[in-house]
Each structure stands twice: as structure tokens, then as C-alpha cells.
């Protein structure tokens, strides 16, 4: 059937414009851009709102196998299509982890028979996550792996660390770090400061994140290999990754949505839905991180989805599980930098579809000729209140319960087949 997507705001990240338009669709792919309605193709009359690029989410985690009852492929697939997210970039931190091609080629299969989106898997960089012996990174390639990370686990070999990146280069592999110090960070739930210590909280120094990304840096000017740091978050990294590029290192950053948008004060009394890895930053380090996606230095925004279960938040916040969900907050939740006036639509949109995209070598985050047509329609201004048993994943561990928010996906396209229409 032919789609043809009429009174649109078109956001085309890729260009930088915002403008009123019309999209043609047929097949699964784009057509034709601001093209006249073609005969017996099906209208869609978007009312003026916004028609941009479906985002892709890099570093979603899912519970299958071994914690289903966190999150399936199936509740995070409709979760994403809810939220606006056609392509969901998944974890290996999952029990056991994603570490060989058969536990890969299984997941595989197991996503697309459940899930609404698409669902791209990261392997594991070491066996078993343990950080000493890698993965055999050529078979996981071949069976579809887009990257390859231990998550959270941050190699702490340094050798093996080397070797992994020594023979990724020579497969054009990508790798994701988690640029902390592991033995400064371990035991902590909050960034040190002020309030660490007037809440009694363990903290982990900024300086933590600076000393892990400064040894991962070196080793990626030793190896030439193609790095990502998963999140960047506070102010003293940035230098770093800014001359780390102006040298010519195949470096790519991405932050949270939660790191752009919250600050150390939010977890106010021991407020555990807070509690994040890393943990949340100075109202200073947040502002410096709107900055540096504004200007490029930051080329992704990620919710970093991290479901957990009731039990597991519902502890001292030094017990409580870290993470939160994100997938159908990335979208209202990012939103909020742009009704503040720090970033518009394009740029916004660049850094939750195309850069990701880009960067992994996927077709999608494009409004162009020949692109999936892998869409969302939504309003930047509809005002809501969020209630976190509205969420369509299985755990409702979200920040931003009971927060005024604006912004509401309206309708989302997978390879041009609908696959969510607000009620």
C-alpha cells in the first residue's frame, strides 16, 4: 500500500529543516519528499504536527533471557513504539549474557517474532562479561552483531582491554565503553559533593569518569580502533573528548536523557527511582552536557532503559537496584530541552535519530529518498501528566512519575506498517 503523509511538520535532522510538508511511502521506503499524492496511494492527514524520523535507542536493556519478568521483548517493543523508537539498540547484559553467536542468533529470532520494532543486539566485548578473555568477535559479526560492550562492567585488564581493541580494528568492529574508573566507583550511589554528604549517600568523585575515559582514549590512540563512550556526564570529560576528535580518533560519544534533564537534588530524600549509573550529576555538569549536544561535541542522546523490578527499588538507596526506564519517556523527557530553548527540533531529533544511526551503520533517522520508512508522528506541545503504571513496560521504575511533561507520539511506522496510533 502507498502511504502519503500530508499537512506534516517534516523535522529532517539530516538537513537541519523544519518545515511544513508531505512524505510518500511505498514498499517500506520513502519515495518522495514534498511529492504530489500518488493515485490510490492512502492519505494521511497529520493536522500540522511534527512526521520525523523513528528514534533509535542505543543501549536499551532487556530482560531475555534469564529476567523476563523485568522486561520481554515483546513489552519493550510495544513500550518503544508507544515512545516513538522504531530501532532498539539492545544490551548483552542479560543472564546469561550475550556472548556467543548461538545465545546471539537466539535473541535474534526471539525478538523478531515479539517485538512491534526492530531490535538490533550488541554482543558482549569479554566472555561472560568478566573482562579478561574476549569474545570471538569475527563469528558474533557474522551472526549480526552491530557492537560489541560489556555494558556497565568496565574492563578493568587493561591488556585485555588492548588486545580486543587490537583485533576489533582489524574487523572494522565497533566498540562501546563505560568510561568510569572501577575501583573509585565501586560502592557508590552518588556523585561526591555537598549533598553526598548532607544525605550520608557513598560518592563516587567526577573526576571517576575523567580518569576512565583518559585511559580508554589512550588505548584507542594505541589500537586505532572505533570507540563509542556509551554516556559522557559531567563537565571535566568534555575536553578530552573534544581534542580526542580534533585529533582524528574514530570517537563517538553519547548521554542520557536523564543526565540532560535531571541533577544531583532531584533524588531529594532518598528518592530510589533516581538512582542511575552514573549516578546524577551537578546542576553545573547538566548544563554543560545541553552545551556540548547543541554544539556536536555529544553525538547521541539514549534513555539507557534499565528496567527493575519493585522489590529491588523499594530498598535503602545505597541497596537500591540503579537504572530506569526510558523508552516512551526519551521523547517528552528530551522535549524538555527544547521548550527550554536550548535546543530545537533538528538538532534534538539529529542526536536521537540520525547521529545513532549513522554511527552504527543503519539506513535509518532519514527523511530522504530510499530510507525505511521507519516514522513518528507526534506534537512537541501536548501537556500530560506522567503516571508510571500507564507505561506499557513491565516495570514502571521511572524518574519522571507524577512530573508535568509535553510531547505526545501520535502514530509510529515500522518499514511503513503502522505500529502504533495514540487512543
Known amino acids: 500500500m502507498t502511504l502519503h503523509f500530508t499537512n506534516a511538520g517534516l523535522i529532517n535532522p539530516e538537513t537541519g529543516t523544519d518545515a511544513p510538508g508531505s512524505l510518500t511511502v511505498l514498499g517500506g521506503r520513502i519515495v518522495a519528499v514534498d511529492g504530489p499524492r500518488p493515485g490510490g496511494a492512502m492519505e494521511v492527514d497529520c493536522g500540522g504536527m511534527c512526521l520525523a ?72 566485548l569479554t566472555k561472560g562479561r568478566e573482562g579478561h578473555e574476549m569474545t570471538e568477535i569475527g563469528f558474533l559479526l557474522d ?14 585488564d587493561t591488556k585485555a582491554l588492548s588486545r580486543a581493541l587490537v583485533y576489533a580494528k582489524a574487523l572494522g568492529a565497533l566498540v562501546v565503553g563505560h568510561t568510569q574508573e572501577a575501583g573509585l566507583s565501586a560502592g557508590a550511589s552518588a556523585t561526591s559533593g555537598k549533598f553526598a554528604s548532607l544525605r550520608g549517600l557513598p560518592g563516587v568523585s567526577a573526576m571517576a569518569e575523567r580518569i ?34 580534533k585529533n582524528g580518533f574514530d ?38 552536557m545541553v552545551e556540548a549536544v547543541a554544539d556536536g561535541l555529544i553525538d547521541c542522546i ?3 532503559h534499565t528496567p527493575a523490578d519493585e522489590e529491588s527499588k523499594r530498598l535503602p538507596f545505597e541497596e537500591a537496584a540503579s537504572g530506569a526506564v526510558g523508552l ?83 502514530g509510529t511506522w515500522v518499514g511503513g506498517t503502522q505500529v502504533y496510533a495514540a487512543k
Open 53 to 124: 524520523p523513528g528514534i533509535v535507542d542505543w543501549g536499551v536493556k532487556i530482560g531475555e533471557p534469564g529476567e523476563r519478568h523485568k522486561e520481554s521483548f515483546r513489552s519493550a517493543g510495544l513500550a518503544a513504539a508507544a515512545g516513538g523508537v522504531t530501532t532498539i539498540i539492545a544490551r548483552p547484559d542479560t543472564n546469561p549474557a550475550i556472548d556467543t553467536p548461538e545465545m546471539l542468533e537466539f535473541v535474534t529470532r526471539r525478538a523478531a517474532d515479539a517485538s512491534p520494532v526492530r531490535i538490533r543486539h550488541m554482543a558482549a
Open 143 to 156: 551472526a549480526g552483531a552491530i557492537a560489541f560492550t560489556d555494558g556497565m562492567k568496565v574492563v578493568t
Open 212 to 245: 576512565g575515559l583518559d585511559r580508554d582514549l589512550g588505548l584507542v590512540e594505541m589500537t586505532g580502533a572505533r570507540y563509542h563512550i556509551d554516556q559522557i556526564t559531567t563537565a571535566r570529560s568534555l575536553p578530552a573528548l573534544e581534542r580526542a576528535k
Open 251 to 288: 570517537v563517538t560519544a553519547g548521554v542520557s536523557v536523564h543526565h540532560l534533564t535531571l541533577n544531583e537534588l532531584d533524588v531529594g530524600d532518598y528518592r530510589t527511582f533516581f538512582k542511575l549509573t552514573p549516578p546524577l550529576r551537578s546542576e553545573e555538569d547538566r548544563l554543560a
Open 302 to 304: 539514549s534513555s539507557f
Open 328 to 410: 516512551q519517556t526519551l521523547l517528552p523527557a528530551a522535549l524538555r530541552l527544547y521548550h527550554a530553548g536550548q535546543l530545537d527540533l533538528p538538532t534534538l531529533l539529529r542526536a536521537l535519530t540520525l547521529n545513532p544511526a549513522k554511527r552504527l551503520g543503519l539506513p535509518q533517522g532519514r527523511l530522504a529518498e530510499g530510507a525505511p520508512a521507519d516514522l513518528m508522528l507526534f506534537d512537541p506541545d501536548a501537556p500530560f501528566v506522567m503516571d508510571r503504571f500507564s507505561l506499557l513496560s513491565k516495570s514502571k521504575n521511572t524518574p519522571f512519575d507524577g512530573a508535568r511533561m509535553e510531547g505526545k507520539v501520535l
